[in-house]
């Protein structure tokens, strides 16, 4: 299957049917004067009368041992509509104990149950007809993600579930594929390496993309045998379990996948401290990120993945085609509310074009249509929670005391929810806050460079090393910047391209380890060395 680019299927989803059942800001800076800002004018969908979302909430218990059951403590937390800030239901909130219980059913299964035992082209037929079920009922998780994410309908119809059954096919067709060497050897040895599974995984994902990272995670632990203890993030909790109840529907045993929903300082705390889990894999700030993996070394040493934070820079060379730069740009860092960690959050645009660049990224911000995710042609809806909302605000703020340049948006969008403005500031220097920290959010930051040598340099001067985005018609340059960029992804004319053959991770404070792809398989698989002395051979 070809790549996917996940913002451009987006924009080719927005004729699709749609299926299923203040920050008071009135002027900009800049060095030396003040100027007015261009005010938010789009074909905005009103926010007044809010569609009633296609679905009901099924599954709000943890799911442990194949069984939907309630918190130890029988807490519960409140799940959101973003939209407009109403409780959506409540689910169980999740605590030691019943990290405890999840993994103790996730130990029994590996040690005892049939999972690991398994053909693994046993294996494979579950992940596939997994695969067969989330297509037939893409149109409940999408409306579920929707619901409780913010994220355009449409994107998650039409790009984010696809992509979710084609994640766990593609591992599926690995499972049987698994396999060690046979290694030679100084002397009458016979050497062959086996590759097992690692055992009890924990994995911990995002709200950003809760489903995209479900099958990030689940299906290279599953195809590889282990079995799994996830938690879902607190502000998205429902998706998670719709997907692990299907997986269920699907042939998987009890226990071989559990769902425990919780907060990170408790459940998630739990699962990476825990003795009995052997593997950690995380998805989120690079500084929760720390704390994950400070637990996994003080309790069992226990292996771990990261994938962390980033600033991405995007660098737009003077030869570049100017309108496919300025779209790929916006859609760069616009795409999903900008609440994505390798978001193309600092855009540097050579000198000789900038103005043209700056013109054309601000009137395309200034069109981009914000409001109720579930309307069709909506591309961007609200933002995930109260306290993201404001942070986004406050760097918006920090963003014009600094004096770069306020071009448009910068205030809340609407009287309820947590809906921002499109927000593009230019004269963005490196050392101010909106272009070295990672705001999660629609805020485009637009610097200038002169050379390939200077924006390197800049470009690298980062704590984070998640991807990188160049655009130039020259393929000496493009080498240059490829091999130059410390990223873990770089794209090429190009950005957001994702697949499920293609890995991702990072370098430096952006994470640990890769994930998708072969490489995704890697951190769930040990290797074991076999070594049998050969009497006579005949041959070595």
């Given amino acids: 299957m070809a790549a996917r680019r996940v913002s451009s299927l987006l924009a080719r989803s927005l004729s699709a049917s749609s299926g299923c059942s203040s920050l008071l800001l009135s002027r900009g800076k800049s060095p030396g004067s003040r100027r007015s800002i261009n005010r938010f004018s789009t074909a905005a969908a009103d926010l007044e009368g809010l569609v009633t979302p296609p679905v009901q909430v099924c599954y709000t218990q943890h799911l442990i041992n194949g069984q939907f059951v309630d918190s130890a403590s029988g807490k519960t937390f409140p799940a959101y509509d973003p939209r407009n800030a109403e409780v959506i239901t409540h689910v169980a909130e999740g605590e030691a104990e019943d990290i405890d219980r999840a993994v103790a059913a996730a130990r029994k299964a590996f040690d005892e149950g049939p999972w690991p035992k398994m053909t693994p082209y046993e294996r494979c037929q579950i992940l596939l007809c997994f695969a067969d079920l989330v297509e037939k009922h893409s149109e409940e998780l999408a409306a579920l993600e929707t619901w409780n994410n913010g994220k355009p309908y449409e994107q998650a119809l ?27 050897a100084d002397g009458n040895y016979h050497v062959q390496t086996l590759h097992e599974p690692i055992g009890v995984a924990g994995q911990i994902i ?150 043209e660049f700056l013109e054309k990224a601000k009137a395309r911000a ?33 963003g014009v005391e600094s004096n770069a340049t306020l071009e448009c948006g910068g205030e809340r969008f609407g009287a309820k929810g947590f809906f921002i403005q499109p927000t593009v500031f230019s004269n963005v220097q490196d050392d101010m806050p909106i272009a070295q920290d990672e705001i999660f959010g629609p805020v485009q930051s637009i610097l200038k460079f002169k050379d390939l040598d200077e924006v390197i340099r800049r470009a690298n001067a980062t704590a984070y090393g998640l991807a990188a985005g160049v655009y130039t018609k020259n393929i000496d340059t493009a080498n240059t910047l490829t091999r130059a960029l410390r990223a873990g992804t770089v794209w090429i004319n190009c950005y957001d391209v994702f697949d499920a053959a293609i890995p991702f991770g990072g370098y ?32 070595l």
Avoid at 172 to 177: E, H, L, R, T, Y
Wanted: with cysteine; aromatic share 10%.
């Fill in 158 to 184: 039409h790009s984010e579930i696809p992509f979710l059954a084609r994640l766990f096919r593609y591992y599926a067709g690995w499972a049987d594929k698994i396999h060690g060497l046979t290694v030679p």
């Fill in 206 to 355: 995002p709200w950003n993309f809760p489903l995209p990272l479900f099958a990030w995670k689940v299906g290279p632990a599953l195809a590889c045998g282990n079995t799994v203890v996830l938690k879902s993030a607190e502000q998205t909790p429902l998706t998670a379990l719709y997907a692990a109840k299907l997986l269920h529907e699907a042939g998987l045993p009890p226990g071989v996948l559990n769902v425990v929903s919780g907060y990170g300082p408790t459940a998630g705390a739990a699962l990476a401290s825990h003795m009995n889990v052997d593997k950690i894999s995380f998805t989120g700030s690079t500084q929760t990120g720390k704390i994950v993996l400070e637990l996994a070394a003080r309790s069992n040493l226990k292996a771990v993945t990261l994938e962390l934070g980033g600033k991405s820079p995007f660098i737009i060379c003077e030869d570049a085609d100017i309108d496919e730069a300025v779209e790929a740009a916006h859609l760069a860092l616009f795409f999903n509310q900008g609440q994505c960690c390798c978001a193309g959050s600092r855009t540097y645009v050579h000198e000789r074009i900038y103005d």
């Fill in 366 to 398: 200034m069109k981009r249509v914000v409001g109720d995710p579930f309307k069709k042609g909506v591309e961007q809806g609200p933002q995930i929670d109260v306290e993201q909302f404001q942070k986004i605000l406050r760097y918006i703020r920090l």
């Fill in 508 to 539: 430096k404070m952006s994470g640990i380890g890769r994930e998708k792809g072969i490489y995704g398989l890697h951190g769930y698989l040990q290797v074991k060395a076999v070594v049998t002395p050969l009497r006579n051979p005949a041959w």
